[in-house]
């Protein structure tokens, strides 16, 4: 066998075992047998390199992790994983600007990196946070000097500002939890904190790009999408809303196409502004009046139907009108019967119920409909709990 391979094999080996200073060793070896003649058979010193750095960063030793990291790098410029863990190494020295720009290139290189995400949104609102403590500070000291001066007008005017900047750091901690329960794939609780962020801080950008990635999560393309519009407007900037936009269907849209009336549009672009607000009798009346000037229509075809009937249903549901409701998601599943979000809908109508046979039936259909749709995975296990 190739000498380099053999040790970098072995290191891997002992590596396992937490032999790590055997391993180092190992590698320092396998790198001394690298040659001109292993780099024109294809071979690369990437994985020896991103090796050692796991290892001393394992190991605390981050300063010498650093080197290793970067080495890899230059191997392979787009690698994800060098990235990644530069990102996390600068992180552990305390250098934030260093970390965001290697997680944002982690980002560039594989924008599902879900790990890489999380951090670069840890980054971000600590560099956020560090702005607003120093903020913070300053406005405090204002106030004080304007209470002692007795100029309360002003020194409420500082006082307000600063209730302002810490309810927007207490939603980015909210957000940030959220995060890591989107992380372990625990959208239920990952959706809960983002409502509580979003309730906290009605203005925060991330609390409705979060709830717009746990939509597209559970194929409700549509909802994502008003989420993810939302979560622009309020931010421009929002990367990662903007990349959630990004990477959902073109025709996500149900009412897209010159042949659809602007009123349709109109009503359901306002439902789902209500429907984020927890105004959901008011939303439900601007469904219902798509509805009705949709069934006028003969270019509204079976998808178009369906997912304005789920909406319409998910409404009634949170409104507690369980036959109405029901009545919905059976007529959605009737016109598209490939819907796997009416199958939901319907089991989360009977787990209301408790006809929990009934409601683990439709998750398990929404399941083989399509395998992807963690709402009705998430409802199955909750389910299971009564069986």
Request: net charge negative; charged share 25%.
């Amino acid at each position: 066998m190739n000498r380099y391979l053999e040790c970098l094999q072995s290191a891997i080996r002992e590596s396992k075992e937490n032999n790590h200073d055997k391993a180092l060793a190992l590698l320092n070896e396998a790198e001394n047998a690298f040659t001109p003649l292993e780099k024109s058979a294809g071979l690369s010193k990437e994985e020896l390199f991103m090796l050692r750095g796991s290892i001393l960063y394992n190991q605390g030793n981050f300063d010498a992790a650093l080197p290793s990291y970067e080495a890899a790098l230059k191997e392979n410029p787009e690698s994800t994983d060098a990235c990644l863990y530069l990102g996390k190494t600068f992180l552990q020295l305390g250098e934030l600007e260093n970390a965001k720009v290697m997680l944002q290139w982690a980002l560039k290189n594989d924008d599902m990196n879900q790990n890489a995400r999380l951090l670069l949104q840890k980054v971000e609102a600590t560099l956020q946070d560090g702005l607003d403590a120093h903020r913070s500070d300053q406005l405090l000291e204002s106030a004080y000097n304007d209470f002692s001066r007795k100029d309360y007008s002003s020194a409420l005017k500082s006082v307000q500002e600063l209730e302002e900047t810490y309810k927007e750091q207490y939603a980015s901690i909210l957000n940030f939890r959220a995060f890591i329960y989107m992380a372990k794939n625990n959208q239920e609780m990952a959706r809960t904190y983002f409502e509580k962020a979003k309730t906290v801080n009605p203005e925060s950008s991330q609390a409705y790009a979060g709830l717009g990635e746990i939509l597209y999560i559970e194929n409700k393309d549509y909802e994502a999408k008003k989420m993810f519009e939302i979560a622009i407007r309020l931010n421009p900037d929002n990367k990662f809303a903007l990349g959630g936009l990004n990477k959902l269907p073109k025709t996500s849209s149900i009412f897209q196409g010159s042949k659809i009336l602007k009123f349709v549009e109109q009503m359901i672009s306002e439902a789902f502004d209500l429907f984020s607000k927890d105004a959901f009798d008011s939303a439900l009346e601007k469904i219902t009046a798509a509805e009705d000037e949709l069934r006028k229509r003969d270019d509204a075809d079976c998808v178009m139907m369906s997912r304005l009937l789920n909406f319409k249903g998910s409404a009634q549901l949170k409104l507690n009108l369980l036959n109405e409701a029901r009545m919905s998601f059976e007529e959605a599943l009737t016109v598209y019967p490939e819907s796997s979000p009416a199958c939901v809908g319907l089991a989360d109508v009977f787990s209301r119920e408790r006809n929990f046979d009934a409601a683990k039936t439709m998750y398990e259909w929404a399941i083989k409909i399509n395998p992807q749709n963690e709402a009705a995975h998430i409802g199955l296990q909750s389910i299971l709990k009564y069986r």
